[in-house]
């Protein structure tokens, strides 16, 4: 079955559908992975959008009920060069078309993603409509056009859960690879703003009790479950557009110890007086360098995210500790005086790189 892709700048793209028959709209991006693309599909932080992979063959090893990082496919769409129709890998349980299919969810194959994801980052991150069924251009770009802007748009609230729960999932064989048990020792209240998985089970590794919440959850609902500590997590959006959360955390700072990943640094950020902007496309991948500017080591990161924190706005009792070194925004700081910690990248990432697997060690200790 034929689909197009159609850009809010008037390009059209045509390829073979897959995955959901229908029709989905987002802000189209591209993530520069290798491998993961089930981790992708099913992390939060990609609500709202259009995935593109700018690996050519996907779907080749299949998906299995093990590798999400979530209770289902996140993302809007997803655009891939190469499907591949027969995994082959012993953990398989599925193939990828099947796979989107049964979540509801459209994917295009067979464009030139080369071509696409040159356009993403020449003219920047832009909407898009997938179809395979209205295959109109002028229809499809006008309903590309009518899209909100990703800046400003609050998509938290769509995927932070309704009540809160007690993480039971006992870590599985990554999280032992990546870090050493220790016995839960440490109560935690994680903040989910459109959390990954695999955040609770390296929490849970490290010798934490995690209690999740909602983003709505006020700093005295927080407060009286007697936190060790508390986690802000990643999440879709503008951070910008989330001030019940900044608010929260505002309140919340120095009251217990806290440690924050993506959305949840960037968040953290804007609580302490600093400012955010969108950039140009963003990053996403399994492979940006970052250095820790602590110890000058150079770190190998996944990450996610369409916004940045501005380092000249951060007060100055905040040190940075970590800076990208392809674009040299900030990628992480520390409080000087109180127990604080933020990172823009996934220390978590479930397909790796695994370098700063340290940092869940490090809150750990920020706890006693």
């Known amino acids: ?15 073979e559908a897959f995955g959901a028959p229908g029709e989905a709209g987002g802000e189209v991006v591209f993530n520069t992975s ?20 700018t690996y050519p063959h996907i779907g080749n090893y299949g998906v299995n009920a093990e590798d999400r990082e979530s209770a289902r496919v996140q993302v809007a769409g997803f655009v891939v060069r190469d499907l ?30 080369r071509a696409l994801v040159r356009r993403l980052r020449l003219r920047g991150a832009m909407n898009g409509v997938i179809s395979c069924q209205d295959l109109d ?8 056009r009518a899209l909100p802007p990703m800046a400003g748009q609050d998509l938290v609230r769509a995927v932070t859960p309704r009540e809160p729960y007690t993480w039971q999932e006992r870590p599985g064989l990554l999280a032992r690879h990546i870090l050493p048990p220790r016995p839960p020792e440490k109560h935690v209240v994680a903040i989910d703003y459109g959390m990954k998985w695999n955040i609770l089970r390296l929490l849970t590794q490290v010798g934490c009790r995690v209690t999740v919440v909602p983003a709505t959850f006020s700093a005295e ?24 959360a900044i608010d929260t955390i505002r309140q919340l700072v120095g009251k ?17 007086g600093a400012k955010t902007f969108k950039l140009k496309f963003g990053h996403r991948g399994a492979n940006h360098p970052v250095r820790n500017e602590r110890t000058g080591h150079v770190e190998i990161t996944t990450q996610n995210h369409g916004f940045a924190v501005d380092p000249r706005t951060l007060p100055s009792d905040v040190d940075i500790t970590h800076v990208n070194l392809n674009d040299r925004t900030l990628e992480g700081i520390r409080h000087k005086r109180l127990p604080l910690l933020s990172v823009q990248y996934h ?18 200790r920020l706890m006693g």
Do not use: W
Not at 34 to 53: H, K
């Open 1 to 15: 079955m034929q689909a197009k892709l159609a850009l809010e700048d008037g390009t059209i793209y045509t390829g």
């Open 137 to 144: 251009d002028q229809s499809l770009v006008a309903k590309a």
């Open 84 to 113: 591949t129709a027969t995994p082959s890998n012993y953990r398989s349980q599925s193939d990828l078309d099947t796979y989107l299919k049964t979540a509801g969810v459209v994917g295009i194959a067979g464009i030139d993603t």
């Open 347 to 364: 220390p978590e990432a479930s397909a790796g790189p695994h370098d700063s697997s340290y940092l869940f060690e490090e809150f750990r």
């Open 34 to 53: 290798m491998m993961g693309y089930q981790e992708i599909l099913t992390d939060p932080s990609y609500a709202g959008q259009i995935v593109t992979m």
């Open 256 to 272: 217990r110890p806290m440690f924050g990943i993506c959305l949840g640094h960037q968040l953290l950020c804007l609580a302490l």
């Open 221 to 244: 609902e927080i407060l009286r479950l007697h936190p060790d500590g508390i986690f802000l997590s990643n999440g879709p959006g503008d951070p910008a557009a989330v001030t019940y």
